[in-house]
């Protein structure tokens, strides 16, 4: 079994930043992609950002098109979130997920279906 465990988050003013970690572990995971999702209350899982692993290609959702930037540590199985001119609209609980080549590949990496493995999430919050 994979374990995807977050951290990092927190309570920060508007126009602040953070840093969110995913670490991996348990069986060694054959990695296509990992990503980012969120969820605020009261709305759907949203897609956030995504790193395919190898080839270090990453996506963003428009909303945090150059406030938000996601990079790996492939030694130590790790994916990060920074991000940047945090907005109030960016409360959510974030989670972190991994994309196994059986099931990424040819799926959309904004896409939640294209992922095998999901993390608790941890909480961010930015106050205006």
């Known amino acids: 079994q994979v374990q995807l465990v977050e951290s990092g988050g927190g309570l920060v003013q508007a126009g602040g930043s953070l840093r969110l970690s995913c670490a991996a572990s348990?069986?060694?995971?054959?990695?296509?992609?990992m990503g980012w999702f969120r969820q605020a209350p009261g709305k759907e899982r949203e897609f956030v950002a995504a790193?395919?692993?190898?080839?270090?290609?990453?996506y963003y959702a428009d909303s945090v098109k150059g406030r938000f930037t996601i990079s790996r540590d492939n030694a130590k199985n790790t994916v990060y979130l920074q991000m940047n001119s945090l907005k109030p609209e960016d409360t959510a609980v974030y989670s972190c997920?991994?994309?196994?080549?059986?099931?990424?590949?040819?799926?959309?990496?904004?896409?939640?279906?294209?992922?095998?493995?999901w993390g608790q999430g941890t909480q961010v919050t930015v106050s205006s």
């Open positions: 997920a991994a994309s196994t080549w059986t099931t990424g590949y040819g799926r959309t990496t904004s896409s939640m279906e294209a992922y095998d493995y």
């Open positions: 348990g069986r060694t995971l054959s990695t296509y992609a």
């Open positions: 790193i395919r692993w190898i080839v270090s290609n990453t």
